[in-house]
């Protein structure tokens, strides 16, 4: 029978394709949905006819490892439970998004271990696992609505061309599978980046979306020192910070990138563009230090969800944070770990600013040594 295909443009209520598209699962049933890189056919996890459906389509045998979607970042604790700090800042920055991750996994605690045996075969044949968290809402809510994740493959025959849209996965699946979900053409027409992630970096192990200059950035290191306007405590805590990594790493300021380290400052009420006040400047000039080049810059969903550690000047500025980002509570804390706040010295004599300087820097000192090399490049 050919399969049933519901475009989604055209849908009454998109909740009942969604309804459609879980029920064909857990029946066992094969259903194919579009993604942002190429169109997907996926099996339920806990579906054991339905894997064996999915292996047939594929002619692919247990040992040749299939993909796990999950439904987010924070799931994916669930089936490896010792994730890498390079896996967690990739999956923290990428997910929803093109790129799997492979990882090692024989964790006892690992969700894995409560799948159907042939399905614990298919996805860890070897004593790993690919993750991955598609950026398309329709199957995120799929999954919502099931007890476990799905096995997810491209849409096309074995040694076929990916199908990048709804018309070409039924010309090339055909019968074999039960609903085909039509979202109109992929984004990226392209497959999803498999990275294998290891305690001593990454390993592309399939080119995509995501080429390895893209992947080396999301990679990277990322460090941020926050205050009110980012133009008094955190540019200096910032270039402070900058060199005491560097010294840490051993390296110059100037070669941190390039060595994976990225450290940045911002404002919980900055303006974007505001040059360091003048007094910053001539503390830090006075320690060997140019700001004379600083822009402030405002904090952002996207710099707290790609940052690895944060420090606040104040503890109301962590409160003002985690107000608004309750899930970056273990990655921003107190820059002073005794718990004193650092003042501000706006308006203030320049003895003032060497003052505060001078317990950044002492703070900083303290934090760096904390860091474990690593959870660095």
Same mark, same amino acid.
């Given at each position: ?48 006819? $339905? ?35 390079? $896996? ?44 991955? !968290?598609? %950026? ?72 995509? !979306?995501?080429?390895?200059? %893209? ?53 919980? %009420? ?108």
């Amino acid at each position: 029978m050919p399969p049933v295909v519901i475009e989604v443009n055209k849908a009454a209520d998109v909740r009942d394709v969604v309804h459609r598209a879980v029920q064909a699962l857990v029946e066992g049933q094969l259903v194919v949905f579009p993604t942002e890189t190429v169109y997907g056919v996926a099996a339920s996890a806990l579906s054991e006819s $339905g894997v064996n459906r999915l292996l047939e389509l594929k002619s692919r045998s247990a040992n040749h490892p299939m993909t796990l979607s999950i439904r987010s970042a924070e799931d994916a604790f669930d089936y490896v439970p010792q994730i890498p700090p390079l $896996g967690r800042r990739l999956a923290r920055r990428c997910w929803p998004g093109p790129i799997t991750l492979v990882m090692e996994d024989n964790h006892p605690d690992s969700l894995l271990q409560r799948l159907p045996a042939v399905v614990q075969q298919v996805v860890c044949p070897e004593g790993s696992v690919g993750l991955r !968290v598609p %950026a398309h809402q329709m199957l995120l809510d799929v999954m919502d609505l099931l007890a476990g994740p799905v096995l997810l493959t491209s849409a096309n025959r074995p040694g076929g061309e990916p199908a990048n849209s709804a018309p070409e996965a039924v010309e090339a699946l055909g019968d074999d599978v039960h609903l085909v979900i039509d979202d109109g053409p992929a984004r990226f027409g392209q497959a999803s980046s498999v990275v294998k992630v290891q305690k001593s970096g990454l390993e592309i192990l399939r080119p995509g !979306v995501l080429n390895e200059e %893209a992947l080396k950035r999301l990679s990277a290191f990322i460090a941020v020192v926050v205050c009110t306007g980012n133009t008094c405590r955190s540019p200096m805590g910032e270039a402070l910070l900058k060199k005491r990594l560097a010294a840490k790493v051993g390296c110059t300021v100037e070669e941190l990138d390039d060595r994976g380290v990225i450290v940045m400052s911002a404002g919980v %009420a900055a303006m974007p563009g505001a040059r360091a006040s003048a007094e910053s400047v001539d503390v830090m000039n006075s320690m060997d230090i140019d700001i004379n080049d600083h822009a402030s810059q405002p904090v952002t969903d996207r710099l707290v969800r790609h940052a690895d550690l944060i420090f606040t000047m104040t503890s109301g500025h962590r409160a003002a944070l985690l107000n608004h980002w309750p899930e970056a509570g273990n990655r921003t804390h107190l820059l002073c770990k005794e718990g004193r706040d650092v003042s501000d010295p706006i308006g203030g004599p320049l003895a003032l600013y060497r003052k505060c300087a001078e317990q950044i820097d002492a703070a900083i000192e303290q934090r760096v040594a904390d860091i474990d090399l690593d959870q660095l490049p």
